[in-house]
T-cell receptor, first 109, second 111 residues
Framework: KQEVTQIPAALSVPEGENLVLNCSFT??????LQWFRQDPGKGLTSLLL?????REQTSGRLNASLDKSSGRSTLYIAASQPGDSATYLC????????FGAGTTVTVRA | DTAVSQTPKYLVTQMGNDKSIKCEQN?????MYWYKQDSKKFLKIMFS???????INETVPNRFSPKSPDKAHLNLHINSLELGDSAVYFC??????????FGPGTRLTVT
């Protein structure tokens, strides 16, 4: 059974600080890794997809890395802004995504 | 232009009733999904259809029946609703095994 863990569960940082969100998984199978953002009461917005053959993906201030050998993915958000406050979820799989419980981020102005 | 849309957004109903949630995607994707997010915000897959064929059916009570009339639509019908069915249900779609795009969710409350 595939398990996805996200630590910490919550994070509060001052505006401008870089964010580092961690995601770990227990299996070494070849799966994609996808990062999402969820705002309160809203749906999920896809941020980045790292395909199983890739090691990282970048979009603007966001960078995500994937290390299958250690079973870890990291999402970096540079120069955080209050608008980055949300819950960030990582998910692993192909057709069937297994989600972590998420990290709730608060960026203080 | 909403990529993945769901109706209704909110659904309040009594125990024992039967209800449906509709999902449509205009992305031309082959695969569609239903996920459930419980009160602890944990997301778990329920079903997946690829080109109108069921490919994933997790351990879900058979009161839940998905129906895919065409590859752009995946509806979820729930019979004999129970209190424990209260949750947010998300529809998603993808181009086979690639990036999944989620709808806005349907918040179901069973009283």
């Amino acid at each position: 059974k595939q398990e996805v863990t996200q630590i910490p569960a919550a994070l509060s940082v001052p505006e401008g600080e870089n964010l580092v969100l961690n995601c770990s998984f227990t299996d070494s199978a070849i799966y994609n890794l996808q990062w999402f953002r969820q705002d309160p009461g809203k749906g999920l917005t896809s941020l980045l997809l790292i395909q199983s053959s890739q090691r990282e993906q970048t979009s603007g201030r966001l960078n995500a890395s994937l290390d299958k050998s250690s079973g870890r993915s990291t999402l970096y958000i540079a120069a955080s802004q209050p608008g980055d406050s949300a819950t960030y979820l990582c998910a692993r799989g192909d057709y069937k995504l297994s989600f972590g419980a998420g990290t709730t981020v608060t960026v203080r102005a | 232009d909403t990529a993945v849309s769901q109706t209704p957004k909110y659904l309040v109903t009594q125990m024992g009733n039967d209800k449906s949630i509709k999902c449509e995607q205009n992305l031309g994707h082959d695969t569609m999904y239903w996920y459930k997010q419980d009160s602890k915000k944990f997301l778990k897959i329920m079903f997946s259809y690829n080109n109108k064929e069921l490919i994933i059916n997790e351990t879900v009570p058979n009161r839940f029946s998905p129906k895919s009339p065409d590859k752009a639509h995946l509806n979820l019908h729930i019979n004999s609703l129970e209190l424990g069915d209260s949750a947010v249900y998300f529809c998603a779609s993808s181009d086979n095994m690639f990036e999944q795009y989620f709808g806005p969710g349907t918040r179901l409350t069973v009283t």
